[in-house]
């Protein structure tokens, strides 16, 4: 532990803002400070600035900046979806049917699992063991009564890139809304809402190096959806609260680095990605890589492995111990020792569940991080086994 060296390794959990994000946003925080509501000329810039940041947003999603709502995160745009939907279409006596995966980030599962409480049934897909939800499932599972399709973009904790097109196809057939959480693969993998078919998606500002707390909601146009916070005439009715200015033209400017960097982007991670996971494979025994295997149907930035016999908690920590930041499983469930739904889901043993590391790298990440990785991985991993095999000659 000489050096002082600090590794991030996990950008799907949240990333850094980019230094241009941060110059774009301060002087929204301070001179350029007016409500956007206000008719005076400070407000009429901060409107104006929403504005660019609203094409900007659409421009890394194929949408029209009219189709994007701003939201205070991914969170919120999956509850304001399913919740909304589900009260609208009840309402009108269409159904009480959703169908979403047993695979999505709990703020699609829990709201998922709240509306079920108030009376909505809802279909967990079952996912393959790369975690792969098929479109032939789906169409299996829609009844007369469905109302919502809701199955993420990529996940967080595998990478897996769900066939999102026919997925949608499929809802659409049946005159289904097929919505998506896109906080993973907005930023990560080329996306055009209208060829894709996507009715309403989810995004969040933080994980493509934008602020906390700010996200949006993609909504195609000619689709009604009610408005989640009541109050202001804010983001054309549908939200209302006083706009999160810097935030707004924080996400705006990281969406519009994102559009830029797209290409380089996916080339950087997946290839200290794949690096990483070579490396682990030659040096370390006993590892197992979970997830799709096709690399280019996988998040460009994604690495999860198992390494057999001892448990993740414990090499998360010893790792933080020489500066290195990864995750076990998902950060959201990092404080309790529940198996991941995910892993469980595409059929790990809890055993090896808890030996299970996600690495996620991103453009900050070089390849003398993941040097560092791998060399203070082969040490945890090899102390961690000789402490667990002389703990079972013992009978501990
Ligand atoms: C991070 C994440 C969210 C939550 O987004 P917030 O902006 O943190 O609320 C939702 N879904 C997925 C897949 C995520 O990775």
Redo the contacts with the bound molecule.
Sequence with gaps: MSDNRRVYLDY???TPVKKEVLDTMIPYFTENFGNPSSLYTIGLESKAAIDHAREQVAGLIGAKPSEVYFT???????NWVLESIANDMKAKGKGKHIITSRI?????LYTCQFLEKNGYDVTYLDVDEEGFVSPEDLEKAIRDDTILVSI?????EIGTIEPIKELAEVAHRHNILFHT?????IGNTAIDVHEMGIDLM??????IYGP????ALYCRRGIRIPSFIHGGAQENGKRAGTENLAGIVGFGKAAELATQNLEHHIQHCSELRNYLIERVIATIPDVVVNGPKDMSRRHPGNANITFKYIEGESILLLLDSFGIAVSTG???SSKSLEPSHVLSSIGLSDDIIHGTIRFTVGDMTTKEDIDYVVEKLGIVVARLREISSVSAEKGW
């Design positions: 799907s959990a949240t205070g995160g991914g969170s919120e745009s999956d999505e980030h709990h703020a699609v993420m973009f990529i996940n967080n959480d896109a906080v993973q693969a989810s995004m969040s500002s933080h994980k906390k707390g700010e996200g998902s950060a959201c």
